[in-house]
T-cell receptor, first 118, second 112 residues
Framework: DAGVTQSPTHLIKTRGQHVTLRCSPISGHKSVSWYQQVLGQGPQFIFQYYEKEERGRGNFPDRFSARQFPNYSSELNVNALLLGDSALYLC?????????????????FGSGTQLSVL | QKEVEQDPGPLSVPEGAIVSLNCTYSNSAFQYFMWYRQYSRKGPELLMY????GNKEDGRFTAQVDKSSKYISLFIRDSQPSDSATYLC????????????FGAGTRLFVKA
């Protein structure tokens, strides 16, 4: 089975431009999360979508937006790019399962999109 | 102070050594504790997924959670060169996959 796929793998933009990153989840997974990973740091939560609805948002400015489509794929949009937006953008899909009276949700990450803002 | 603290290393060990990786955290609401492995230019891969305190073993990997001390560990037995990667601890207060907070990662090098 295919894992989480992200496109493009690499992208170079200049300050002020906008960018759209795409993600296809694992088949059967209805939830997609976006994370930003700056070099030398751990991933930081941006958004999670479940069944096309925003479930949660991290501490990111309104320049960041996302959406999920009926086929559960997702796009992350970033407007007015800043140099500090240079990072690896990771998409993760997840399946929520009930076990032992609690909810378990495991994230499966794609290889990411490396965004460089010049 | 960060919610999750993790020594960035690098940690260099000989092949066959036992590796100990650790994280501390400050938020007592965390209930799910994970360890991810990340190779260069790749996304994180889930290694261990635990709920609340206790130990969990999977092959050469053992995860320990001590909620009273807000301290989690990952032990790797019989380390191999293929274990060379960055190891990220991660925590969540909800389902384990929602608003997950990651440590900065520890770079591990296993020398043949």
């Amino acid at each position: 089975d295919a894992g989480v796929t992200q496109s493009p793998t690499h992208l170079i933009k200049t300050r002020g431009q906008h960018v759209t990153l795409r993600c296809s989840p694992i088949s059967g997974h209805k939830s997609v999360s976006w994370y930003q990973q700056v070099l030398g740091q751990g991933p930081q939560f941006i958004f999670q979508y479940y069944e096309k609805e925003e479930r949660g948002r991290g501490n990111f400015p309104d320049r960041f937006s996302a959406r999920q489509f009926p086929n559960y794929s997702s796009e992350l949009n970033v407007n007015a790019l800043l140099l500090g937006d240079s990072a690896l953008y990771l998409c993760a899909s997840s399946l929520t399962l009930m076990s032992g009276g609690r909810t378990n949700e495991k994230l499966f990450f794609g290889s990411g999109t490396q965004l460089s803002v010049l | 102070q960060k919610e999750v603290e993790q020594d960035p290393g690098p940690l260099s060990v000989p092949e066959g050594a036992i590796v100990s990786l650790n994280c501390t955290y400050s938020n007592s609401a965390f209930q799910y504790f994970m360890w991810y492995r990340q190779y260069s230019r790749k996304g994180p891969e889930l290694l261990m997924y635990t709920y609340s305190s206790g130990n969990k073993e999977d092959g050469r990997f053992t995860a320990q959670v001590d909620k009273s001390s807000k301290y989690i560990s990952l032990f790797i037995r019989d380390s191999q060169p293929s274990d060379s990667a960055t190891y990220l601890c991660a925590m969540s207060g909800d389902t384990g996959g929602f608003k997950t907070i990651f440590g900065a990662g520890t770079r591990l090098f296993v020398k043949a």
